[in-house]
């Protein structure tokens, strides 16, 4: 399998955990890749030029990184990131760390392409708003949420999200405005797969 990425993007990030989460790190070659460049290799794989794709062993491109997620969990016989049992809550989990994902992503793709005055426009401040209200929430839901030592897609796409915010926007004050959600990502993050994907 061959997994178009680069070291920046949240959602890269998140197909990469799963990948060692699921210990299948040995199986994927990693192709590091520019998306902005229009990368030849990364356009054939993804007409869309957007990272991360996954090709998998039968040649099969696959884009969105929940999307790959889900079947890098479907074809690892590791415990489940995504379990029947609690497949409503897991995957509310990965819908509020992939609006948060994107809020903050596409904050920080306006502010490239437009100048940080875009921040005072109505897209802009409908943003910034939905991330004060994920917060909010993910601190209710999470806050006093004790961490075990196994892990789900839901958790995985909150910590990468929360970690983004932190490397992308460090003006958001999450972690002084909500400790204790702060000591739950910090205890998500101490995780190995957390540790070698750091964003730098």
């Known amino acids: 399998m061959e997994l178009y990425l680069n070291a920046t993007s949240p959602y890269a990030r998140l197909a990469r955990i799963v990948l060692l ?11 590091w890749c520019d998306p902005w460049a229009d990368d030849a290799d990364l356009l054939k794989a993804n007409p ?6 996954l090709i998998t062993e039968e040649g099969t491109t696959l884009s969105e990184s929940l999307l790959i997620a889900v079947y890098l969990d479907g074809v690892s016989p590791n415990k489940p990131m995504i379990s029947q049992d609690r497949l409503g809550a897991v995957l509310h989990l990965a819908g509020l760390g992939q609006n948060l994902m994107d809020a903050a992503f596409n904050t920080v793709i306006a502010r ?37 030592s196994t ?37 998500v993050t101490a995780r190995e797969s957390f540790q070698q994907t750091a964003f730098c």
Request: glycine content about 8%; overall charge negative.
């Open 48 to 53: 869309a030029g957007r990272i991360p794709a």
């Open 21 to 31: 989460e699921k210990g299948l790190a040995d199986a994927v070659t990693l192709k």
């Open 112 to 148: 490239k392409h437009y100048g940080n005055e875009i921040d005072d426009s109505e897209l802009g401040q409908r943003r910034s708003r939905a991330i004060q209200r994920l917060l909010k929430q993910l601190d209710g839901e999470l806050g006093e949420k004790q961490q075990t």
């Open 151 to 187: 892990i789900n897609l839901g958790e995985i796409a909150i910590a990468v999200a929360l970690d983004y915010l932190a490397f992308r926007q460090p003006e958001v004050s999450w972690k002084e405005d909500y400790p204790q959600l702060q000591a739950w990502h910090a205890g």
